[in-house]
C-alpha cells in the first residue's frame, strides 16, 4: 500500500502526510488529551470562559492570518521552483501580517477598556489573545507550500508538549484557566519564531512596498471573509451562545464541541498534505487532479462516517470518560454534534481540496458566507426563539455543515467542476 502511494502521489508527499500526522498530534491529540483534565479542574463554569476567550482568539487569529494559510500556501506551491518570486511571496505575506498584528492589538486594547466582562476576566483574555496571535503568526503555510513541513514539525512537537506538561503543572483550580491559554501562546509563539527563522535560511524574505502589502491584503481579502464566516459556525459558536445563557451552559455545549471538532480533524494529515500536492496537479495534469480529487473524497467519507457512528454510538462513555462527572448534559450534545466529521470530511474534500485548487474562491467564499447567515438565523430561531439553548445550537452547527455540503455539490455540478464527471 505505501509503495503505491509512492508511485501514486511521490515521495515528498509521503513525508509532508507523515509530518502533518506529527502535527496533527500536537494540534488535536494533546489538546484533547487535556480535556479530561480540565474539565475537572476547572468545573463547567470556568471551562466557559476559558473557551470564551479561545474563541475570541480564534478570530484575532483569522483577522492576523488574513486567509494566508490557503492563499500563500497555494501560491508556494506554484511557484516553488521559482527563487525570486518565492522571496517576494513571503515578504508580502510577513509585511502585510505586521501591518495586521499592529491594528489588532490596539483596538483590542481599547476593546478591553469598553467592556466590564473582559476587564473582569482580563488575564484570561488577554491569555486568549497571545494564543491567537502566537497561531496567526505560524510560518507552516510556507512549509506546506513547499511540501517540507517536516522541516518544523519536531519545534512545533516539543512546543505544545511543554505546554501540555506545563497546564498539567501549573493549572489546579478554577481561577487559573488563564495559564493554560498563556502557556498554549508562549508555545505557539516559540513554534512561530523557529519556524521564521528555518524559513529564511530556505527563502531571504524580500521587502515588500507598500503598494505590494496592500495588493497581498487584497488577494487574499476573501479567504478572511471565508475563515470568519467559517468561524461563526466552528469555534466561533461558544462565544455567540454565551449571549443567550450562562457561561456554565457554555461549558456543556464547549466540551462536547471540543470532542466532535478533534473527532473530525481526523483527516487532518492527509487534507493538510493533499492541498498544496492537488494545488501544483490542478495546473499541470488536471485530469489526474480530478482522478486524486475523487480518491481523496471517498477516503474523507469513510473516516468521516466510521468516526460519526462512533460518536453516536459511544457519546455516554466518551463523556463520562473525558468530561468526567457534572457533564451528564454534555451527552445529548454530543450525540447531536456526532455528525459532524462525516459532513466536514464531505466539505473539506469538495471545497479545500478542489474548489480552491481549481481557483474558485468567490463561489467557495460566497458558499461560505451564506451558510454564515444561514448558521445566524437558525441560532436565533432553535436556541434563542424556541429556548432550546445549548440543543438548539448543536442542531444549528450540524445543519449548517449540511447546507455547506449540498451547497458545494450543487456549485460544482452547475460548473460542471463536479470531479466525479471530469
Known amino acids: ?169 501549573l493549572v489546579g483550580s478554577p481561577d487559573e484557566g488563564w495559564r493554560y491559554l498563556a502557556l498554549q501562546g508562549a508555545a505557539a509563539m516559540a513554534y512561530s519564531f523557529i519556524g521564521l527563522r528555518l524559513a529564511c535560511n530556505l527563502t531571504k524574505p524580500k521587502l515588500p512596498s507598500a503598494p505590494l502589502v496592500f495588493d497581498t491584503l487584497a488577494r487574499s481579502l476573501d479567504m478572511l471573509i471565508f475563515r470568519i464566516s467559517e468561524g461563526l459556525y466552528t469555534i466561533g459558536t461558544p462565544f455567540l451562545l454565551s449571549l443567550a445563557v450562562p457561561a456554565q451552559v457554555v461549558g456543556f455545549f464547549a466540551g462536547a464541541d471540543r470532542i466532535a471538532r478533534a473527532a473530525a480533524r481526523l483527516i487532518g494529515p492527509l487534507g493538510g498534505a493533499m492541498y498544496p500536492h492537488l494545488s501544483h496537479l490542478v495546473h499541470n495534469a488536471r485530469h489526474e487532479a480530478a482522478s486524486v480529487a475523487r480518491i481523496t473524497f471517498y477516503f474523507f467519507l469513510s473516516v468521516g462516517f466510521t468516526t460519526s457512528l462512533g460518536l453516536l454510538i459511544f457519546a455516554p462513555q466518551v463523556t463520562a470518560l473525558l468530561l468526567g462527572p457534572g457533564y451528564e448534559r454534555s451527552q445529548v450534545i454530543l450525540r447531536i454534534l456526532s455528525l459532524l466529521p462525516v459532513l466536514s470530511a464531505c466539505s473539506h474534500a469538495l471545497g479545500y481540496q478542489w474548489m480552491i485548487p481549481l481557483g474558485m474562491d468567490r463561489l467557495f467564499v460566497a458558499i461560505t458566507l451564506i451558510s454564515g447567515l444561514v448558521y445566524v438565523l437558525l441560532a436565533i430561531t432553535l436556541a434563542w426563539g424556541f429556548g432550546l439553548a445549548e440543543i438548539g445550537m448543536a442542531i444549528t452547527v450540524v445543519l449548517t455543515e449540511f447546507f455547506v455540503v449540498v451547497a458545494m455539490i450543487t456549485v460544482l455540478r452547475l460548473r460542471h467542476a463536479d470531479p466525479f464527471s471530469l
Not at 11 to 38: D, E, M, Q, W
Request: proline share 3%; aromatic share 10%.
Open 1 to 169: 500500500m505505501l509503495t503505491w502511494v509512492r508511485m501514486r502521489f511521490g515521495k515528498s508527499f509521503v513525508r509532508n502526510v507523515s509530518a502533518f500526522s506529527v502535527t496533527h498530534a500536537a494540534n488535536v491529540l494533546l489538546p484533547l488529551a487535556l480535556i479530561p483534565y480540565l474539565a475537572r479542574v476547572l468545573g463547567p463554569e470556568s471551562l466557559g470562559i476559558v473557551i470564551l476567550a479561545q474563541s475570541l482568539g480564534f478570530y484575532i487569529s483569522r483577522v492576523v492570518e488574513f486567509g494566508f494559510d490557503i492563499t500563500a500556501t497555494r501560491e508556494v506551491a506554484r511557484h516553488r521552483n521559482d527563487p525570486q518570486s518565492m522571496a517576494r511571496i513571503v515578504g508580502a505575506v510577513l509585511g502585510a501580517k505586521l501591518v495586521l498584528l499592529t491594528v489588532v492589538v490596539f483596538a483590542v486594547s481599547a476593546m478591553t477598556s469598553a467592556f466590564p466582562f473582559l476587564q473582569e476576566n482580563k488575564a484570561v483574555f488577554w491569555s486568549g489573545l497571545l494564543w491567537g496571535l502566537g497561531n496567526a503568526l505560524s510560518m507552516s503555510w510556507f512549509f506546506q507550500g513547499i511540501e517540507r513541513l517536516n522541516a518544523v514539525v519536531i519545534a512545533d512537537l516539543i512546543c505544545k508538549t511543554a505546554a501540555t506538561v506545563g497546564t498539567i503543572l
